[in-house]
């Protein structure tokens, strides 16, 4: 046996240690009895007491010691290719419509009205139907523009879609990413009878901050009353809501007000979601100077979790790494995002900017016809496992490289994650929560 490379080590005091593995996202706190066959271990030692046998074997079990014959980088890349090419997942974002009933300031999105043609639509549902086996599970995330823009088509399109992946014996999961702001009672009646997974609803801030920031197209309407209650809406329907918040440095100094605001209207059982506001696109660059860094940004989101607490919301989402097989649904080869137009991008958040499309759904039928295209192949081909640094990072099972489009726009193409910048204060944050100190 041997100690496992992906191991971090947080002194706690003189006798106990917290040990974190990226690999399993493992947490414990150990005695130096512990942290002493590790060592014993590190430094290959072969014999060891029972009680120091009975401590290995508690260590595997949670992957802070590995059998020596394992190679775990080798390990970690072989689920990753796996993953990557896995052909029995589909993941499609589907944008009905590119149109949008707000104006957001950071927003990265080219606007346009109109809604996806019957043409596109039925080339979607033939692609669908010529793709999907007995094996296979489907994920469709009703995106924009504003999605409930284009609510009769979805229900529509969710109809048909919910036919084939019967017929194809096939599992189907449906979520939404919308403003929230036409999110009336008979909306939100129709969506849970859609049999909806999860919807996503953004606010920023309580109402005065939100409302700078995202109003309608007037540019001065706010939209929070309207929002909150769409919110309240989904929930009496019981649908399973994520309250998304991006932050910046607008409106991060008044996150404690936006808490409290929760709590005071009851809206403290849902998950939220806090999302790091970056110039994905051109439309966004001239929002640059408003948002934080990635290390500035490391920081605040474990002040957050402690305004959460404060706060007495449900805290789910305590800062706490997961593995990743990749970094996102776009690094992997079944999934891709679809416009109003039929356009195909690999990732969401290129959806509308036509220079980044990689074909068009109505002429499409396989990634290998497209296999010249480079903006497809620069995603296709990104991997974290052919960079040096990467090889040797012990967070590399949870970052995985890093966010891909990001690493696209840096010169040196990458985009560490977060966690190389808190990985010490994300374990004493997860510690501090469940210790209740």
């Known amino acids: 046996m041997k100690a496992s490379k992906y191991n971090f080590f947080l002194q706690l005091d003189e006798e106990n240690v917290l040990i974190f593995n990226s690999k399993s996202c493992a947490l414990a706190e150990v005695n130096k009895d512990y942290t002493n066959v590790l060592e014993k271990l590190q430094s290959g030692q072969k014999d060891f007491s029972e009680v120091e046998k009975k401590i290995i074997e508690e260590l595997e079990e949670v992957g802070f010691v590995v059998p020596k014959s394992i190679d775990e980088f080798e390990n970690l890349k072989n689920q990753h290719y796996r993953a990557k090419y896995d052909q029995n997942h589909m993941s499609i974002t589907l944008a009905t419509t590119m149109d949008c009933n707000l104006a957001c300031k950071y927003c990265f999105e080219n606007r346009k009205p109109g809604l996806m043609s019957e043409k596109v639509q039925n080339s979607v549902l033939k692609y669908l139907a010529s793709k999907l086996n007995d094996s296979s599970t489907l994920e469709i995330n009703w995106y924009g523009g504003e999605p409930l823009l284009a609510l009769d088509m979805i229900e529509k399109l969710s109809e048909r879609i919910g036919e084939i992946t019967k017929d194809k014996k096939c599992d189907y999961k449906q979520t939404m990413i919308t403003n929230g702001y036409l999110l009336n009672e008979e909306y939100a009646v129709r969506l849970k009878k859609m049999k909806l997974d999860a919807i996503q609803i953004t606010l920023d801030g309580e109402k005065e901050v939100h409302d700078s920031r995202r109003v309608l197209k007037d540019g001065k309407t706010g939209s929070f009353e309207k929002i909150l209650q769409g919110v309240k809406n989904a929930i009496n329907v019981g649908l399973n809501v994520t309250i998304r918040v991006n932050i910046d440095k607008v409106n991060y ?185």
């Not at 948002?291 to 989101?301: G, H, L, W």
């Not at 990467?390 to 985009?415: V, Y």
């Open 253 to 437: 100094p008044k996150m404690d007000d936006f808490l409290k605001c929760l709590k005071e209207n009851e809206i403290n059982k849902v998950r939220v979601a806090f999302g790091h506001v970056l110039p994905y696109t051109c439309s966004c660059e001239g929002y640059t100077d408003n948002c934080f860094s990635k290390e500035e940004y490391s920081n605040i989101v474990l002040d957050i979790q402690n305004m959460m607490q404060k706060a007495g919301l449900k805290n789910e989402s305590v800062i706490y790494p997961s593995r990743k097989l990749t970094y996102c649904s776009a690094c992997n080869y079944n999934s891709f995002s679809i416009d109003s137009d039929g356009d195909m991008y690999k990732c969401w958040c290129e959806v509308g900017d036509k220079k980044e499309s990689f074909s068009n759904i109505t002429e499409y039928e396989n990634l290998e016809d497209e296999d010249q295209n480079n903006n497809l192949l620069k995603w296709i081909n990104r991997t974290p496992f052919d960079d040096s640094d990467c090889k040797e990072c012990r967070l590399l099972p949870i970052c995985m490289g890093g966010c891909p489009k990001m690493g696209h726009k840096d010169a040196n193409g990458k985009s560490c994650d977060l966690w190389k910048y808190n990985i010490e204060n994300m374990i004493k944050c997860t510690y501090n929560y469940y210790t209740n100190e």
